[in-house]
T-cell receptor, first 112, second 115 residues
Framework: GQQLNQSPQSMFIQEGEDVSMNCTSS?????WLWYKQDPGEGPVLLIALYKAGELTSNGRLTAQFGITRKDSFLNISASIPSDVGIYFC????????????FGAGTQVVVTP | ETGVTQSPTHLIKTRGQQVTLRCSSQSGHNTVSWYQQALGQGPQFIFQ???????GRGNFPPRFSGLQFPNYSSELNVNALELDDSALYLCASSPGGEGAVEKLFFGSGTQLSVL
């Protein structure tokens, strides 16, 4: 089953609002990744994080690798309608190279 | 440059049957991973193939097996299908051997329904 706890499960926000979601793990990860999945498609990588404390941006998206290496956060600023979708966190541990563990996802709905 | 392509896109099988899903990796990628995504869940790692050998396996029974071919394309085979095998099966390719998870590119998946 899932080893990552991702929250919230869903978010209903108005266009222009900021969105925040997070993931926590019982294991220490050496890599954190954030993906977006649209209906009928596979996940698409948004941001990759490699070091504890790292803060990385990709346009309106900002993600952070937690200091404990057991959590990560994703923020979306000034949301727009195309931000609708399911966002997944994923992590890789040092003893499972190439194998990703995914959270259960955060469903984001943006209303005009 | 073509992306990761999977076939078929949808498949309906009955319990006890066998199924083969196919994946063509992105050009230049020699590593293929398979994931199972149940409805409302995140993808779960099934296994990874590198240079035609299984290179890591998740918590799936032996009736889930795979192959990688010299052109790096791959197949996922599931025997004795169970109702709980109904899911979206995602293939992902990457250019490296171990690691390089940030370079994983996912296909659109095969939606398998087991009745």
């Amino acid at each position: 089953g899932q080893q990552l706890n991702q929250s919230p499960q869903s978010m209903f926000i108005q266009e222009g609002e900021d969105v925040s979601m997070n993931c926590t793990s019982s294991s220490i990860f050496n890599t954190w990744l954030w993906y977006k999945q649209d209906p009928g498609e596979g996940p698409v990588l948004l941001i990759a994080l490699y070091k504890a404390g790292e803060l990385t941006s990709n346009g309106r998206l900002t993600a952070q690798f937690g200091i404990t290496r057991k959590d990560s956060f994703l923020n979306i600023s000034a949301s727009i309608p195309s931000d609708v979708g399911i966002y997944f966190c994923a992590g890789q541990t040092t003893d499972s190279w190439g194998k990703l563990q995914f959270g259960a996802g955060t469903q984001v709905v943006v209303t005009p | 440059e073509t992306g990761v392509t999977q076939s078929p896109t949808h498949l309906i099988k009955t319990r006890g049957q066998q199924v083969t899903l196919r994946c063509s990796s992105q050009s230049g990628h020699n590593t293929v991973s398979w994931y199972q995504q149940a409805l409302g869940q995140g993808p779960q790692f099934i296994f990874q193939y590198y240079r035609e050998e299984e290179n890591g396996r998740g918590n799936f029974p032996p009736r889930f097996s795979g192959l990688q071919f010299p052109n790096y394309s791959s197949e996922l085979n599931v025997n004795a299908l169970e109702l709980d095998d109904s899911a979206l099966y995602l293939c992902a390719s990457s250019p490296g051997g171990e690691g390089a998870v940030e370079k994983l590119f996912f296909g659109s998946g095969t939606q398998l329904s087991v009745l």
